[in-house]
């Protein structure tokens, strides 16, 4: 292609963010970002960042996690100012029920073991890592503006085509089409319902039940450490699943608590279920008593980008010759992040991925 072609993405989250910042990398900069809220304004600044190197290895995902946990590194690296930890993980056990003392004493300093009946070591500061989702995302924009690529904050509305190519695309804040070359669709649990309005000839199976993902942020009186905790608790009612993960900036994140919500259009019209993020507070308070009494710095939910067969959607969509996809990453989507973007980014220029090989996410297989 062209250095002069004008690449648009629609979506400014982890996945449109990064396919932006290697795109330009790579030297192509003509690239206009879509985003109809804001940058990040949905699941990928309000995810929790744990990222895992072999997390996936039983998975299709084994290869893409992999390369992608790499290239996390390697931005750790090159952005010293990124909040990247390595961390220990943990299994943490809990019940309502006190538990006895003398048996379950624990390594992590910053819990208490009142309620916790066992701990177990997951993984090591090796194999596992914690980022700021909001933050990575904001500084990769940043170096990709500095390479030329721009943000256009309005809502793609519609599309015009021909001979099986998007020419033009008519957004909220345009009175003019404006002109496109490629069109990368990364625009999260819309993605679908945008291929479905926009390209009704490609049959997308929908996903299945849209989850909303609850979460809290906390900021407890006392220093926690950097260990990210896998918490399953049992209650009368049955076992809970938080997951609590320490910030650098002394917060603590905690996530679990799903239902099946229908999506609203916009991102900001999304809202908690207050009482699933008080249980979240309740649960994660059995592990550790400081988060009991934290002040609550932020209730929020956010849906998990899905696909009918639980795995991402990467690559150009069928019948079209200069539209591509990228979607369906659930609660991965951070994780694997910076290789779908870079993958995209090779695809389109080379016609080719060398990062990695994606293509058991290629769109074909829902022909």
């Known amino acids: 292609m062209k250095s002069s072609d004008h690449i648009c993405i629609i979506g400014g989250g982890i996945i449109g963010i990064s396919a932006a910042f290697y795109l330009s990398s790579l030297g192509h900069s003509n690239i206009t970002i879509f985003e109809q809220c804001g940058i990040a304004c949905h699941s990928s600044g309000k995810a929790g960042g744990f990222l895992a190197r072999k ?21 750790k690296t090159e952005y010293p100012d990124l909040d990247y ?53 904001n500084k990769l924009l ?12 309005s809502k793609v509305l519609d599309v015009k085509k021909s001979d099986g190519r998007v020419t033009h695309l008519f957004t909220s804040n345009c009175t003019e089409h404006v002109s496109v070359d490629v069109l990368v669709v990364a625009a999260g649990p819309w993605t679908t319902t945008f291929i479905h309005k926009h390209f009704p000839e490609y049959p997308l199976p929908a996903p299945r039940p849209q989850t909303r993902a609850h979460s809290v942020v906390l900021r407890p009186n006392n220093t926690v450490g950097t260990e990210c905790l896998f918490q399953y608790h049992t209650t009368g009612r049955g076992t809970v699943d938080p997951e609590i993960y320490p910030v650098a900036d002394g917060t603590v994140y905690v996530c679990g608590e799903v239902d099946y919500v229908d999506l609203p259009d916009n991102p900001l019209d999304i809202k908690p279920d207050s009482t699933k993020c008080d249980d979240l507070i309740n649960q994660a308070g059995y592990a550790a008593k400081c988060l009991s009494s934290a002040d609550v ?34 609660f991965w989507g951070i994780l694997n992040g910076p290789a779908t973007g870079k993958c995209l980014a090779e695809l389109i220029l080379s016609g080719k991925s060398k990062t990695c090989d994606v293509e058991p996410f290629s769109p074909d297989r829902f022909l």
Do not use: F
């Open 142 to 153: 940043s170096v990709a503006q500095s390479r030329g690529v721009k943000v256009n904050i």
């Open 55 to 75: 997390w996936c290895d039983e998975t299709d995902l084994r290869n893409l996690a992999r390369a992608s946990y790499d290239l996390h590194m390697d931005l």
């Open 297 to 330: 710095v932020a209730k929020q939910a956010c849906y998990l980008p899905g696909s009918h067969d639980d795995l991402p959607i990467i690559g150009k969509v069928p019948g079209s010759h200069n539209v591509w996809i990228a979607t369906g990453h659930t």
């Open 85 to 137: 930890r390595c961390v220990d993980t943990y299994q943490v056990n809990t019940s309502e029920k006190l538990g006895d003392k003398s048996k379950t004493q624990t390594p992590i300093k910053w819990i208490t073991d009142d309620h916790i009946t066992s701990t177990k070591l997951l993984d090591t500061s090796d194999h596992t890592a914690k980022v700021s989702p909001k933050l990575l995302c």
